[in-house]
């Protein structure tokens, strides 16, 4: 299958301060994107869906001046949690597909712990 | 709004045994629905997915699913355990088909004794 990269797999970062995740298709071209977090003892919540070279479009409830996706080119979208708290503390994954209606291929994850 | 309920968030089954991991789905219209594994540390693979054709959906490593419309239910089995078979299971629902808002369940982790 493709390969999707996420980076980093952990980061600690303080509270107040931003987080950038990086989420990259490897060997196709990622028209789509997902992002999903995932609680402890939770369901994968998606929170936004980004096309390349549109605006993201978010989940309700999911905060979009707080968790800012970028998706300008086919191989790479990044999430950066602004003015993290620890309530942000939570397993971030993304995913990215080739088309509306093909596979999604899941990234590593990225667990983020804001102290 | 579609869901997944995952019955059990921890199985165990002997090496060898029979494995089966349960999941109901909730949709207003056909769904697509998925299973998901996620080994320690690494992305979710997709397991296998049903998308309105057979309702008996093989997928890899010995794993299989049966869409069972009457009962809401799609779950997980293979016959004969392996300790590779260690992970963690996610089973998904997609409304209307295609891989947007795909809703997951909660997981179950699968504990294989030896």
């Known amino acids: 299958g493709a390969v999707v990269s996420q980076h980093p797999s952990r980061v600690i970062c303080k509270s107040g301060t931003s987080v950038k995740i990086e989420c990259r298709s490897l060997?196709?071209?990622?028209?789509?994107m997902f992002w999903y977090r995932q609680f402890p003892k939770q369901s994968l919540m998606l929170m936004a869906t980004?096309?390349?070279?549109?605006?993201?479009?978010?989940e309700q409830g999911v905060e979009k001046d707080k968790f800012l996706i970028n998706h300008a080119s086919l191989t790479l979208s990044t999430l950066t949690v602004t003015s993290a708290h620890p309530e942000d503390s939570s397993f971030y994954i993304c995913?990215?597909?080739?088309?509306?209606?093909?596979?999604?291929?899941f990234g590593q994850g990225t667990r983020l712990t804001v102290v | 709004a579609q869901s997944v309920t995952q019955l059990g968030s921890h199985v165990s089954v002997s090496e060898g045994a029979l494995v089966l991991l349960r999941c109901n789905y909730s949709s207003s219209v056909p769904p697509y629905l998925f299973w998901y594994v996620q080994y320690p540390n690494q992305g979710l693979q997709l397991l296998l997915k049903y998308t309105s054709a057979a309702t008996l959906v093989k997928g890899i490593n010995g794993f299989e699913a049966e869409f069972k419309k009457s009962e809401t239910s799609f779950h997980l089995t293979k016959p004969s355990a392996h300790m590779s078979d260690a992970a963690e299971y996610f089973c998904?629902?997609?409304?209307?088909?295609?891989?947007?808002?795909?809703?997951f369940g909660i997981g179950t982790k699968l504990q294989v004794i030896p």
């Open positions: 980004s096309n390349e070279g549109s605006k993201a479009t978010y």
């Open positions: 998904a629902v997609s409304d209307g088909g295609g891989y947007q808002k795909v809703t």
């Open positions: 060997d196709f071209q990622a028209t789509t």
């Open positions: 995913s990215a597909s080739d088309g509306w209606n093909t596979e999604a291929f």
